[in-house]
């Protein structure tokens, strides 16, 4: 096998790569994914690593059907067009359900819609190909999530077990979510309220697998910032708001302890909490990487023109070719905004602005991709503080030189910060996926071709995929309230869509005065204190602005990834202290390896299963009532039911762990060493006490 320092196919080896069949399925693909990444993130808002599931979905098809003489380059551009379908997606639910939030749109505008992922898709794309020799040949950044697709690849294509559980896991998956979303047959989620000390108090989780398999996908650390946000929302600051201002009297009997009264607290107050955190969050997550982003533009901006050789793996499309087409996606953007503003001085201050700020930020998340990964790269940070730098700029043109009116001022504020958004949600991808042909041996030219492809596709599919999650469900409970479904009148069943809440709270706040000030500033002090802290806010943030029932099965997820990759060190080392050896990080990497194929099939079959579910729906057709109602199981029942997917989904994951040793005991000798480790954090440091001669002298 070839080390990761050159590539899987040799330069001078020419083999099948961007085929008819490779576009055909590479579209096909990129649809659905783009779908499912959608839902997901509107969902909980969050999206995963678009490159992983793509490529072991590729795999699947193209070796499920027994395609004659399959090619791991056909197989990548396979993925590279899923992929770029997914990651279009993440742009896009950040900002244009924002529309909805703030009323500028009643419904999904499709038109609108595909041209802000074209051009912004388009843009973020052209522009991490001028950045490609630099960052990943010239610098060679290691891009995690890169790395880790060109190992699903060659997996594939040597064949073996992991093609085997990720078919169970994408139909479990679906089996469940039909069957919580679909059939409504178990309770989807639990929640109680109840009071104490002169207060109430809440507790509840969503019961999904998807949320699950992100908290094993990102990891304990993470899953339990946002779960301590979470936590800091809902146990700390809802009670002591209720305590010093009451609870709202929904119910007529303020003696009655309802959820219902609970969660009214969150939306009006407390969410404002979370978008003070998150808005110091993402401007600090920037300012702290500073250095980082200036060494890498500066080495943009200084590169060789001269060209650096005729290989194969390392002819790009163009540059000079790649420039002109940027400056026309620019002549396009600007013509764009004159007709969603109807204002040609603000166009051209908007396309200007964009152009410059759009390739700022495609580098930025291009190279910091690079070094944490894309599902690290804190594109929700980068979109609010364009969001900011936006609003100053439609302040300055719009309101002190054009007299626009505020609803105008929010329109030209949000075109231009949506694709800003999809431009640099898209570039992260790009890089990661260039990285995995870089490695596997791909042709550039060929790769960024198939990119281009999967972002035209995902900017067809997007708008629709949209308008069809909102006329069933409604895209964020703000846009329910102000127009709900007559089968869902309380909008319980509304996707939550966190950052276009969050920037609707932003752009309200900036141009109508709606925003909570007390609570964003209150939000943007406990930001400061984390940052005090060295935590890492954006995630606290995010749980503080989630409803706490989502953070539950995160933090879960998280654990039992702790617990499982414990296991895999423990049975190879023996103890958990110390670094571990180089055979047990084989083990633990063997173990997440195959719990996150685990998790990405559970994400896919769940999210695939609520696209569908809504087609049904907005077909008229609500599977719940099929048969007559199936009827929904009580809590307890529900429980048992999921934790039976949950045993399911340890099973499938422990199976890569060492042979040697027993889950039961690895679970109590990591719950012990949790404990002692915890106790050690919180006690006081021993303090060597002062002899009789010392306290003389």
Same mark, same amino acid.
């Given at each position: 096998?070839?080390?990761?320092?050159? +590539?899987?196919?040799?330069?001078?080896?020419?083999?099948?790569?961007?085929?008819?069949?490779?576009?055909?399925?590479?579209?096909?693909?990129?649809?659905?994914?783009?779908?499912?990444?959608?839902?997901?993130?509107?969902?909980?808002?969050?999206?995963?690593?678009?490159?992983?599931?793509?490529?072991?979905?590729?795999?699947?098809?193209?070796?499920?059907?027994?395609?004659?003489?399959?090619?791991?380059?056909?197989?990548?551009?396979?993925?590279?067009?899923?992929?770029?379908?997914?990651?279009?997606?993440?742009?896009?639910?950040?900002?244009?359900?924002? !529309?909805?939030?703030?009323?500028?749109?009643?419904?999904?505008?499709?038109?609108?819609?595909?041209?802000?992922?074209?051009?912004?898709?388009?843009?973020?794309?052209?522009?991490?190909?001028?950045?490609?020799?630099?960052?990943?040949?010239?610098?060679?950044?290691?891009?995690?999530?890169?790395?880790?697709?060109?190992?699903?690849?060659?997996?594939?294509?040597?064949?073996?077990?992991?093609?085997?559980?990720?078919?169970?896991?994408?139909?479990?998956?679906?089996?469940?979510?039909?069957?919580? %979303?679909?059939?409504?047959?178990?309770?989807?989620?639990?929640?109680?309220?109840?009071?104490?000390?002169?207060?109430?108090?809440?507790?509840?989780?969503?019961?999904?697998?998807?949320?699950?398999?992100?908290?094993?996908?990102?990891?304990?650390?993470?899953?339990?910032?946002? /779960?301590?946000?979470?936590?800091?929302?809902?146990?700390?600051?809802?009670?002591?708001?209720?305590?010093?201002?009451?609870?709202?009297?929904?119910?007529?009997?303020?003696?009655?302890?309802?959820?219902?009264?609970?969660?009214?607290?969150?939306?009006?107050?407390?969410?404002?909490?979370?978008?003070?955190?998150?808005?110091?969050?993402?401007?600090?997550?920037?300012?702290? !990487?500073?250095?980082?982003?200036?060494?890498?533009?500066?080495?943009?901006?200084?590169?060789?023109?001269?060209?650096?050789?005729?290989?194969?793996?390392?002819?790009?499309?163009?540059?000079?070719?790649?420039?002109?087409?940027?400056?026309?996606?620019?002549?396009?953007?600007?013509?764009?905004?004159?007709?969603?503003?109807?204002?040609?001085?603000?166009?051209?201050?908007?396309?200007?602005?964009?152009?410059?700020?759009?390739? /700022?930020?495609?580098?930025?998340?291009?190279?910091?991709?690079?070094?944490?990964?894309?599902?690290?790269?804190?594109?929700?940070?980068?979109?609010?503080?364009?969001?900011?730098?936006?609003?100053?700029?439609?302040?300055?043109?719009?309101?002190?030189?054009?007299?626009?009116?505020?609803?105008?001022?929010?329109?030209?504020?949000?075109?231009?910060?949506?694709?800003?958004?999809?431009?640099?949600?898209?570039?992260?991808?790009? !890089?990661?996926?260039?990285?995995?042909?870089?490695?596997?041996?791909?042709?550039?030219?060929?790769?960024?071709?198939?990119?281009?492809?999967?972002?035209?596709?995902?900017?067809?599919?997007?708008?629709?995929?949209?308008?069809?999650?909102?006329?069933?469900?409604?895209?964020?409970?703000?846009?329910?309230?102000?127009?709900?479904?007559?089968?869902?009148?309380?909008?319980?069943?509304?996707?939550?869509?966190?950052?276009?809440?969050?920037?609707?709270?932003?752009?309200?706040?900036?141009?109508?005065?709606?925003?909570?000030?007390?609570?964003?500033?209150?939000?943007?002090?406990?930001?400061?204190?984390?940052?005090?802290?060295?935590?890492?806010?954006?995630?606290? *943030?995010?749980?503080?602005?989630?409803?706490?029932?989502?953070?539950?099965?995160?933090?879960?997820?998280?654990?039992?990834?702790?617990?499982?990759?414990?296991?895999?060190?423990?049975?190879?080392?023996?103890?958990?202290?110390?670094? +571990?050896?180089?055979?047990?990080?084989? *083990?633990?990497?063997?173990?997440?390896? %195959?719990?996150?194929?685990?998790?990405?099939?559970?994400?896919?079959?769940?999210?695939?299963?609520?696209?569908?579910?809504?087609?049904?729906?907005?077909?008229?057709?609500?599977?719940?009532?099929?048969?007559?109602?199936?009827?929904?199981?009580?809590?307890?029942?529900?429980?048992?039911?999921?934790?039976?997917?949950?045993?399911? /989904?340890?099973?499938?994951?422990?199976?890569?762990?060492?042979?040697?040793?027993?889950?039961?005991?690895?679970?109590?000798?990591?719950?012990?060493?949790?404990?002692?480790?915890?106790?050690?954090?919180?006690?006081?440091?021993?303090?060597?006490?002062?002899?009789?001669?010392?306290?003389?002298?």
């Amino acid at each position: 096998m070839s080390g990761l320092g050159e +590539p899987w196919i040799p330069a001078d080896a020419n083999i099948r790569e961007l085929t008819v069949r490779v576009i055909i399925i590479g579209v096909l693909l990129g649809g659905v994914m783009t779908a499912a990444n959608a839902y997901l993130g509107l969902y909980v808002g969050m999206t995963v690593s678009a490159s992983i599931p793509a490529a072991v979905m590729s795999m699947l098809i193209l070796r499920g059907f027994k395609f004659k003489d399959v090619t791991i380059l056909e197989n990548n551009a396979v993925q590279t067009m899923a992929s770029a379908g997914e990651s279009l997606a993440a742009g896009i639910i950040f900002t244009v359900p924002a !529309m909805l939030v703030l009323g500028i749109w009643q419904d999904i505008e499709w038109v609108d819609t595909f041209l802000i992922a074209i051009l912004g898709g388009l843009l973020g794309t052209m522009f991490t190909i001028a950045l490609r020799r630099l960052f990943i040949v010239e610098e060679a950044l290691p891009y995690p999530e890169g790395v880790a697709c060109r190992e699903v690849l060659v997996a594939g294509e040597k064949g073996g077990s992991g093609l085997i559980a990720i078919i169970y896991a994408l139909l479990i998956g679906a089996i469940y979510g039909w069957m919580v %979303k679909g059939f409504k047959a178990t309770a989807e989620k639990l929640e109680g309220a109840g009071s104490a000390i002169g207060t109430r108090f809440y507790g509840g989780s969503e019961l999904s697998l998807a949320l699950l398999s992100v908290g094993y996908i990102v990891g304990l650390r993470i899953a339990s910032f946002i /779960f301590l946000g979470g936590v800091i929302g809902f146990a700390i600051l809802i009670p002591i708001y209720g305590l010093i201002n009451g609870f709202p009297d929904v119910s007529g009997d303020m003696s009655y302890i309802g959820v219902y009264e609970y969660k009214e607290v969150y939306k009006d107050q407390i969410r404002f909490v979370g978008v003070g955190a998150m808005v110091v969050g993402g401007v600090y997550t920037l300012w702290s !990487m500073r250095k980082t982003i200036g060494e890498g533009l500066g080495k943009a901006f200084n590169a060789s023109k001269t060209k650096g050789g005729q290989l194969r793996t390392e002819m790009d499309l163009p540059l000079d070719k790649v420039m002109i087409f940027c400056g026309i996606l620019v002549a396009f953007i600007f013509l764009f905004y004159w007709y969603a503003t109807g204002s040609l001085v603000m166009a051209a201050a908007g396309a200007l602005f964009l152009a410059v700020v759009s390739f /700022f930020f495609a580098a930025v998340a291009g190279y910091i991709a690079g070094v944490v990964g894309s599902s690290n790269s804190p594109v929700s940070g980068m979109t609010i503080a364009t969001l900011l730098f936006t609003i100053g700029l439609v302040w300055l043109v719009g309101g002190f030189m054009l007299d626009m009116s505020k609803s105008e001022m929010m329109v030209a504020t949000m075109f231009i910060a949506a694709i800003v958004a999809t431009s640099a949600a898209i570039a992260g991808d790009v !890089m990661q996926d260039l990285k995995t042909g870089h490695m596997v041996g791909a042709t550039p030219w060929r790769q960024q071709t198939a990119e281009i492809i999967g972002v035209v596709v995902g900017a067809i599919v997007i708008g629709p995929v949209l308008s069809l999650l909102h006329q069933a469900f409604r895209i964020t409970p703000t846009a329910c309230e102000n127009n709900p479904l007559k089968s869902d009148p309380d909008c319980e069943y509304a996707l939550i869509a966190p950052q276009a809440e969050l920037i609707g709270a932003i752009v309200k706040g900036a141009f109508g005065g709606e925003l909570n000030l007390p609570m964003v500033l209150l939000g943007c002090v406990i930001a400061v204190i984390l940052i005090r802290l060295a935590m890492p806010v954006m995630s606290v *943030a995010i749980g503080i602005y989630l409803p706490l029932y989502l953070s539950v099965p995160i933090m879960a997820g998280g654990i039992i990834s702790h617990i499982l990759l414990s296991s895999a060190r423990l049975r190879i080392d023996g103890t958990l202290d110390g670094s +571990p050896s180089a055979a047990a990080e084989v *083990a633990i990497k063997d173990v997440k390896d %195959k719990g996150v194929l685990i998790g990405a099939g559970f994400i896919a079959g769940e999210s695939l299963m609520g696209v569908l579910l809504a087609v049904f729906i907005v077909a008229g057709s609500d599977p719940s009532s099929w048969f007559g109602g199936i009827g929904t199981l009580s809590y307890t029942f529900s429980i048992i039911f999921f934790a039976w997917f949950v045993g399911i /989904f340890i099973m499938l994951s422990a199976r890569a762990l060492p042979s040697k040793g027993n889950l039961g005991s690895d679970f109590v000798y990591v719950l012990s060493d949790g404990a002692k480790r915890l106790k050690n954090a919180f006690s006081m440091p021993n303090i060597p006490r002062l002899n009789s001669e010392d306290n003389e002298n």
